[in-house]
């Protein structure tokens, strides 16, 4: 039985700007970057950073590089300089994207709102 006011998804990310690529390729390349970024754990939380709804916008350019807005959980928080390139490196893998740039953006803050409700139970806070 769900209760819809605790069925939540984390905040979909943003995918940014029209492109000139194919619909299909588009849906393929976006499909593998959500993918790639669901293997980012924040060492200290075991949910993954998708999942957290850490990630704010993800633009896909049309010579196929990807810029990435996301935040942490905290301004201080101590994975602030390896979580950008374990983003980058995750989403460069994705067959077909030439690279990937990480912005940590602050506005909106995160907050626990944001996070799906797989990343609640992993986390245990209902």
């Not at 940014?16 to 970024?37: C, F, K, Y």
Request: hydrophobic share 45%; proline share 10%; charged share 20%.
């Amino acid at each position: 039985m769900t209760d819809d006011a605790h069925d939540t998804k984390p905040e979909a990310p943003v995918i940014a700007n029209p492109s000139a690529l194919p619909e299909a390729e588009l849906t393929q390349l976006t499909d593998g970057i959500v993918a790639a970024i669901k293997t980012v754990f924040d060492p200290e939380i075991p949910a993954d950073i998708y999942e957290l709804g850490l990630i704010y916008k993800v633009d896909i350019a049309d010579d196929k590089m990807v810029t990435i807005d996301m935040t942490l959980t905290t301004p201080n928080c101590p994975s602030a300089a390896e979580l950008p390139i374990m983003v980058e490196n995750a989403v460069a893998s994705v067959p077909g994207i030439s690279g990937a740039k990480v912005n940590i953006v602050w506005d909106p803050p995160w907050d626990q709102s944001r996070m799906s409700d797989e990343a609640r139970l992993t986390l245990n806070m209902w």
